[in-house]
């Protein structure tokens, strides 16, 4: 099982730049989010979705897009990267119904916006 | 909105000691949840805690909800270096997003 997977690990932007952080789960869990990670914020919710073609904002969701076309992806666009978006991204999901709750992480995607 | 507070911030111990962290909330929470975060790594579930007043047991760690549903604890009962990390709670919500505190990061001193 792969559980939550995300790509790049690591990638590199000049100011303007837009770009796609990749997340893909096959858990088939109905919730996905993700979060940005800033040292000494903790993690702050950017999107969610609670299933197929329903997103939501979250706490810190401008400048990003999110889309949720099927179960298993949970794309997220930066359309204009600024320096402010440098920060490790974490995508995770979980079940809604049942289960304990608990949210699956993926190992992070550490962007670096110049 | 909706803030959960962590304290302390920083916690540094001397392997063998104790540590507690806690988390509290001006809200009465539906619940409280607890993950940890090795260096370099990603956050791991530990707990999910839902009734007033509960406490749960994972080995050294033990766990507590508030009877008021506001505060939670984090009991790490003689540390070792594998207990390094950043430790958080957060609180899944009505609306299914779950918001975390700002965690509180122990270091362990052997």
């Known amino acids: 099982n792969a559980g939550v997977t995300q790509t790049p690990k690591f990638q590199v932007l000049k100011t303007g730049q837009s770009m796609t952080l990749q997340c893909a789960q096959d858990?088939?869990?109905?919730?996905m989010s993700w979060y940005r990670q800033d040292p000494g914020m903790g993690l702050r919710l950017i999107h969610y979705s609670v299933g197929a073609g329903i997103t939501d904002q979250g706490e810190v969701p401008n400048g990003y897009n999110v889309s949720r076309s099927t179960t298993e992806d949970f794309p997220l666009r930066l359309l204009s990267a600024a320096p402010s978006q440098t920060s490790v991204y974490f995508c995770a999901s979980s079940y809604i119904w049942g289960g304990t709750g608990e949210l699956f992480f993926g190992e992070g995607s550490r962007l670096t916006v110049l | 909105g909706q803030q959960v507070m962590q304290i302390p911030q920083y916690q540094h111990v001397q392997e063998g000691e104790d540590f507690t962290t806690y988390c509290n909330s001006s809200t009465t929470l539906s619940n409280i949840q607890w993950y940890k975060q090795r260096p370099g790594g990603h956050p791991v579930f530990l707990i999910q805690?839902?009734?007033?007043?509960e406490v749960k047991k994972q080995k050294r760690l033990t766990f507590q909800f508030g009877e008021a549903k506001k505060n939670s604890s984090l009991h790490i009962t003689a540390t070792q270096t594998t207990d390094v990390g950043t430790y958080f709670c957060?609180?899944?919500?009505?609306?299914?997003?779950?918001?975390f505190g700002p965690g509180t990061s122990l270091s362990v001193i052997p």
């Open positions: 858990m088939n869990h109905e919730y």
């Open positions: 805690l839902v009734k007033s007043g």
């Open positions: 957060a609180e899944k919500t009505s609306y299914d997003k779950v918001i």
